[in-house]
């Protein structure tokens, strides 16, 4: 059985495409699982259904894998198993090539390092996203917070916290918003900028344990990426619900347009937060950040 991990865009989503710095961190209690058994043929099961589209996606991705890795022998049957939601930011897509690679590394004995699972999730992500930083397959892969920039991690000695993730219900997609954004990449520039000097402060925020300073920069970087135009109404007013409720700042994470927000909480306002946001979100996850 191998697993991978969900993960949060902390700081720099967007701005990340463009060769600026972006943080995240791994979501450990929230995992894909995939288990690769010898079968008669090749057969694969999923714990939930998938629409046509997913079917074709899927097997797009174990075709990418398996080319990837040169294994031809394929009568086997992949099972499948997830608690992280799909097409919310949370890193979904990249957590299943990621489990697959693990497991059939596994399966084949390949003995593969995370240098090369994180290569082969790379061209994963390619297929899904289009023109990805690779900021979500090497934080997953990994399963440690990185600030990133230009295909390098720099892996961060953060102290643990706490974040509410709040989904808005809206499915988004990442190849659409990346998109969005570059089209305008003229108009949008100087925003971009910003965002990049946003988690250069956040890093070091980040490294002082800062956490008042940490929520500020989170609701810098939100009208950041409103300004840009990735953001929505709900998302708005689930970040605008979080700090209203105590949370020491809130922003959408990941590309926009759907998925979700993070609010930064601690101790005291973390119920309140939780509450407030159930409000007016489907589905509120903690996130415990090591
Ligand atoms: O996959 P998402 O929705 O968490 O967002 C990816 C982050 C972007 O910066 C928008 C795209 C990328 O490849 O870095």
């Known amino acids: 059985m191998n697993d991978a991990c969900g993960k949060i865009i902390l700081f720099g989503e967007h701005a990340v495409v463009f060769g600026k710095p972006g943080i995240a961190v791994p979501i450990t209690n929230l995992k894909t699982t995939v288990e690769i058994e010898l079968s008669d043929t090749f057969s694969y099961s999923v714990d939930r259904v998938l629409y046509e589209e997913e079917k074709d996606r899927l097997a797009d991705i174990l075709d990418i894998i398996f080319f990837s890795l040169d294994i031809e022998e394929k009568d086997i049957h992949i099972s499948i198993k997830s608690t992280l939601p799909i097409s919310s930011g949370m890193g979904s897509s990249a957590a299943l090539s990621i489990a697959i690679i693990r497991a059939a590394s596994d399966f084949y004995r390949l003995k593969l390092n995370d240098e090369k699972v994180n290569e082969v999730a790379l061209e994963c992500e390619k297929y899904f996203h289009g023109k990805p930083s690779g900021i979500d397959n090497t934080v ?86 409103k300004e840009l135009g990735v953001s929505t109404k709900k998302l708005d007013l689930l970040v605008e619900t979080a700090i209203g409720a105590g949370a020491l700042g809130a922003k959408l994470a990941g590309s926009g347009g759907g998925g979700n927000i993070i609010a930064l909480v601690d101790g005291k306002n973390k119920e309140e937060v939780k509450t407030a946001l159930e409000a007016f979100s489907k589905a509120v996850y903690v996130g415990e950040i090591k």
């Open 140 to 225: 997953i892969t990994y399963e440690k917070p990185i600030l990133y920039k230009d295909g390098e991690p720099d892996f961060l000695e953060i102290k643990p916290f706490t974040l509410m993730i709040a989904d808005t219900g809206d499915k988004a997609s990442t190849k659409k918003q990346v998109m969005k954004v570059k089209e305008n990449y003229d108009k949008n520039k100087e925003i971009i900028e910003k965002i990049g000097k946003v988690s250069q402060d956040a890093k070091l925020a980040l490294e002082k344990a800062d956490f008042k300073t940490v929520g500020t920069l989170m609701n810098k970087n939100h009208l950041l990426l």
